[in-house]
């Protein structure tokens, strides 16, 4: 499931196939470049952002990183992903 798109939004973010059942183990993917389970996600969210913002600093050239709006934006996908996830009944905790 698509949270944001290039042709919408500064990020591309996504609910990437992780091929387990337990809700720990969910992906969530940024750009295609970084992923966070949704246990990481959980324990720390502040922590995830600046992992974010560390590969921004070494792969995206400064003109293309993310705005201090446009990281509250991505911290708003992560929460939509982490609430989709504690919704589905299918996974395990």
């Known amino acids: 499931m698509s949270y944001?798109?290039?042709?919408?939004?500064?990020w591309y973010t996504f609910w990437c196939c992780s091929g387990?059942?337990?809700?720990a183990d969910q992906?969530?993917?940024?750009d295609c470049s970084v992923q966070f389970t949704y246990a990481?996600?959980?324990n720390d969210l502040e922590a995830c952002?600046?992992?974010v913002r560390r590969y921004e600093q070494k792969k995206i050239k400064a003109d293309k990183r993310g705005t201090p709006?446009?990281?509250?934006e991505l911290r708003g996908y992560m929460r939509q992903f982490m609430a989709d996830v504690e919704k589905d009944a299918g996974l395990q905790d």
């Not at 387990?20 to 809700?23: F, I, L, Y």
């Not at 992906?27 to 940024?30: M, S």
């Not at 709006?69 to 509250?72: K, R, Y």
């Open 4 to 10: 944001s798109r290039w042709s919408n939004s500064r």
């Open 20 to 23: 387990s059942k337990k809700r």
């Open 27 to 30: 992906l969530f993917d940024v």
């Open 40 to 42: 990481d996600l959980k």
């Open 49 to 51: 952002m600046a992992k």
């Open 69 to 72: 709006e446009e990281h509250e």
